[in-house]
């Protein structure tokens, strides 16, 4: 299987940066192919803008989802772009892995996603969900946090970490197409010592082991809608 980890966090020393070569160590062992990305230190653009486009399809008026589209079909989009592009569509599996910011991803990560995840390539009018150009592939979350694990599931401060992260695992992941696996979250881990973190570690292990069998999170089915994406009703579904 071919492998692409996407790895954002500035600290080369981090518990997350370990994360991230706990993966690369136990995939490669198992006889997956693996290709990074470390956005930090390869200081990725996260800014989405008109240079990222060689030639415009509209050159006085910039519609950022046309020029995607435009920009691939043409080759004339930014080369930084059309490698990690490459990347993910050679992958089968696709792991991005950094530490939960304000209940979200690093910025710099949310710009790699905005770049990246061409319209047109990825996605486009109905082509969403099981019908998305991603629907081969599989993907699955891995990230630290600050908080401890009883903050977060059923009656919780917080509420349910997939909840919370639903813009990242169904509005982008699951939107164009991947079968989106379980994720696995470290929680507390700048507060507890060397010994917990290396049981946070053997447990990452142990769900990278699993990787092929991991649950998928369900996803809309378009079997489900009409050609409007209203709710078709219950007896008009397939079974």
Partial sequence: MNVFIVHAHPEPESFTTAMRDTAIDTLSRSGHQIVTTDLYAEN???VAGQGDFGERRNPDY???SLEQRNGWQERTIAPDITR???RVLSCDLLIL?????WFSVPAIMKGWIDRVFLSGTFFGGRRIYDRAEMRSKMALVTATLGGRDHMFGTNTVHGEITSMMRHLLQGT????????LQPFFAYHVPYVSDNERKKWLEKYKAHLLQVSTLPRLPMPSLDHFDDTLRPLPAADRPS
Avoid: H, I, R, T
């Fill in 44 to 46: 990725f653009n996260p």
């Fill in 97 to 101: 892995n950094f530490p939960v910011f």
């Fill in 173 to 180: 992941l699951g939107y164009c197409g991947f079968q989106v």
């Fill in 84 to 86: 990690e592009v490459e």
């Fill in 62 to 64: 910039l519609v950022y």
